[in-house]
């Protein structure tokens, strides 16, 4: 991804190199892929600060409704990561 936007940040051309790049499939799949991997890695994170802060109960029932929680909001912003995307 930063290598995606050094090109498209470097001159127009090289922002017109990066708009054919990310019109492939397969590129805007694997930026997909990767936009989904750290929705859940800050969410998980914040739903983890929220626990050590004491915002949340620490049983195992909260813990796995929490967990519920989190990746219900990692499914949603998925999808709009998909729609960002595509």
């Known amino acids: 991804m930063l290598w995606l936007l050094d090109i498209s940040l470097s001159s127009p051309e090289g ?3 990066a708009s054919a790049i990310m019109g492939s499939f397969f590129v805007k799949f694997i930026m997909w892929g990767i ?6 890695h800050t969410v998980g994170g914040i739903r983890h600060m929220l626990m050590d802060f004491g915002y949340l109960a620490e049983t195992m ?3 796995r409704q929490s ?3 989190s990746f219900a909001i990692t499914v949603v912003i998925s999808i709009l990561a998909g729609v960002l995307v595509w």
């Open 35 to 40: 936009l989904t991997a750290l929705a859940f």
């Open 15 to 17: 922002f017109m190199h």
């Open 67 to 69: 967990a519920y929680v």
């Open 61 to 63: 029932e909260v813990g």
